[in-house]
Each structure stands twice: as structure tokens, then as C-alpha cells.
């Protein structure tokens, strides 16, 4: 039997030279702020990953570097999008309601609109953009995708307005906004700072997602 030209899906970020990616941590803060110098963005609940995408096709990876298997279909879907662009990009895996909304528990079901939330791009077609400031890279991803489509679109962005975005994303029962600066390069110096919704009301309960699957591990463990 032919055996095929394409990588498996766990050696494309290999085979098509692309280098390993740490996340950038976020660090908790309680209050949002306004700054000039700091942009701010709404922080969606669900997976966060890091998108590789090449000619050979896509992958993505969790912050420990675990490939999402259960995700194939997406990144079928994103590589539909992104042709034979090479890049890497920063983002969450959502769930979407009907009213766009990302909701965790039809995530971890399997349910819902299956999205990637794009907010970075760290490399596009041979050029390592890391050392570029945030804003630059920004811009370049708006080039790269000039409009959202279903499966990959861009997290919104504002500047300066912390406690505006913040005031607006408690009305949407969102889980919360990230600031980050606009100098800042993608580094491990580099510091975001999440600022969470005491109110989201997707946080109660959340543990209840979990609890069966950590069960069974422990059934399993004891047999």
C-alpha cells in the first residue's frame, strides 16, 4: 500500500521547520486600568493553543505542548482559510453559542461553533516576528487575516480604554481582559496581565466539568 507524502499531524511542526513556541504566562491582576502604551482585549473561555500552519497543513498545541487531537477538523477547516501561508499564531480554541458568545462547557462537550480566537502572530512565511513589538505584530496580523471568517478570526483589541472594555465585558458575562503592552516583544520577559469578572457566571461550578474524568483516572489507578 502507498504510503503518504504528508506528515502525521504530531511531526508538521518538524517537518515543515517550525520552530517551538512557549506561551507567553499571564499574571493576575484585580483592577483595570487606563494607559496609552497598553492595549486591552476581551479574554475568552476555552482552550489555549498554539497554531501552526503551513503547506503541509495545521496543528495545534496546548501551553504544555500537547497536540489537540480532538480539533482536527478545525484545523482542516483553518488551512481551508490560510492556503499555503506559513504561520504561527497565538489564540484560544472557543466554543460559540448563536450569539457568538464563547461558552466552556460546550467546549469541553464537543458542542457549539469549534473557533480559533487569534490575538498574536509570532511567524508568518519565514520571518520570526517574536522580537517585534506587540503592535507591530498586531498589525500584520490584520494584514494576514483582513477579515474573520468561521473558523479563525481575530480577538478584538482597544487601546488605552482598560476600564472601558472591562465595564463592557461584565455586561457580556465575559470571563474577564488582558493587557498587554504595545512595545513589548513576544519574550519570556514579556508580561501580560489578565483581569478577571468577579461575576462570570461560566466560573461557578467548573470544577463539576472535570470532576468525572478525575474519577476515572483514579478508578483505574486503584483496580
Not at 494576514?144 to 463592557?168: C, M, N, Q, V, W
Amino acid at each position: 500500500m502507498p504510503t503518504s507524502s504528508h506528515p502525521k499531524p504530531s511531526d508538521l511542526r518538524r517537518a515543515a521547520g517550525l520552530p517551538h513556541i512557549n506561551p507567553l504566562v499571564l499574571v493576575s491582576r484585580t483592577d483595570p486600568f487606563d494607559n496609552p502604551d497598553w492595549l486591552f482585549e476581551p479574554k475568552y473561555d476555552g482552550f489555549r493553543g498554539i497554531l501552526y500552519t503551513s503547506s503541509l497543513g495545521c496543528e495545534i498545541r496546548s501551553r504544555r505542548d500537547f497536540q489537540f487531537d480532538r480539533f482536527g477538523d478545525l484545523c482542516n477547516r483553518i488551512a481551508g482559510v490560510l492556503g499555503q501561508r506559513e504561520a504561527i499564531l497565538d489564540g484560544e480554541i472557543v466554543a460559540l453559542n448563536r450569539q457568538g458568545k464563547p461558552v466552556f462547557r460546550d467546549l469541553i462537550r464537543g458542542q457549539g461553533f469549534i473557533a480559533f480566537a487569534a490575538f498574536d502572530l509570532l511567524w508568518l512565511d519565514g520571518t520570526d516576528l517574536r522580537s517585534q513589538p506587540l503592535a507591530e505584530r498586531k498589525r500584520l496580523l490584520g494584514d494576514l487575516l483582513p477579515e474573520d471568517t468561521g473558523p479563525l478570526y481575530k480577538i478584538l483589541t482597544l487601546e488605552e480604554h482598560g476600564r472601558a472594555l472591562f465595564s463592557a465585558i461584565k455586561k457580556m458575562d465575559l470571563e474577564g481582559i488582558v493587557a498587554k503592552r504595545k512595545a513589548d516583544p513576544y519574550t519570556p520577559a514579556t508580561q501580560w496581565s489578565k483581569i478577571k469578572n468577579p461575576g462570570y457566571s461560566q466560573g461557578e461550578g467548573r470544577g463539576d466539568l472535570f470532576r468525572p474524568r478525575e474519577r476515572r483516572r483514579a478508578e483505574r489507578v486503584t483496580e
